[in-house]
């Protein structure tokens, strides 16, 4: 007969097996990258800098809802920058401020689609990220099919030891609802959004 010992053996034993077992099956699990950031992807994209180009850079914009500022920046006081990559027909431009609160505290991203350096279009897809550092919230689009623009553009190039590369980028962005919080109740609704910035074309 067994001893009374040999049950409790054999259940330690189970159990050891079972760490193991779970322990490598964690391990040779694949790594799930974490959520993007979209504040950190947009200062990666394009560093902002003083928006004075030729002719001075602008973003005027009304915000409504959750964050609730009338946006008129212009030259110095208003840090912008963009990238265009030429492949995707797309540009990324990027515009920073003090919404006066004190500090550059509101970041507005716009990722938009079908875009050719020289070109005036209407309605294009447009991708919207506007970011409020001072409470750390995230509002957007989150993709394409809510917001669009109309733009006209011309290149910078000799003027002000401006690189040939480098594009003034103008427009107008409308959205057909507010723009919900990433990770957040809030929203955002902008009116009479019209900008003029730079683009580096990749």
Do not use: H
């Not at 902002?48 to 914009?61: E, I, M, N, V």
């Not at 920058?81 to 990027?94: H, I």
């Not at 990770?183 to 902008?190: A, D, F, K, L």
């Amino acid at each position: 007969m067994f001893s009374d010992r040999a049950p409790r053996q054999l259940v330690n034993l189970f159990g050891v097996l079972t760490v193991i077992a779970l322990g490598m099956w964690f391990f040779f699990q694949p790594v799930v990258q974490q959520e993007s950031n979209p504040l950190l992807e947009a200062l990666e994209a394009s560093a902002p800098l003083p928006c004075t180009l030729d002719q001075a850079g602008y973003f005027d914009a009304r915000l409504y809802g959750s964050l609730q500022q009338n946006l008129n920046l212009k030259g110095d006081a208003l840090l912008c920058n963009g990238s265009y990559q030429s492949l995707e027909q797309r540009v990324r431009l990027v515009f920073t401020g003090d919404s006066g609160t004190g500090g550059a505290d509101i970041t507005v991203v716009l990722g938009i689609s079908r875009f050719i350096p020289g070109q005036a279009a209407t309605e294009l897809d447009t991708n919207v990220t506007v970011m409020d550092a001072a409470q750390s919230r995230f509002f957007g689009s989150q993709g394409y099919g809510r917001c669009w623009t109309d733009i006209n553009s011309a290149p910078l190039g000799g003027s002000g030891g401006q690189q040939k590369n480098v594009w003034r980028v103008s427009g107008e962005t409308y959205c057909s609802g507010a723009l919900p919080q990433i990770s957040g109740q809030g929203s955002v609704t902008i009116g009479d959004l019209s900008f003029s910035g730079r683009a580096v074309a990749e």
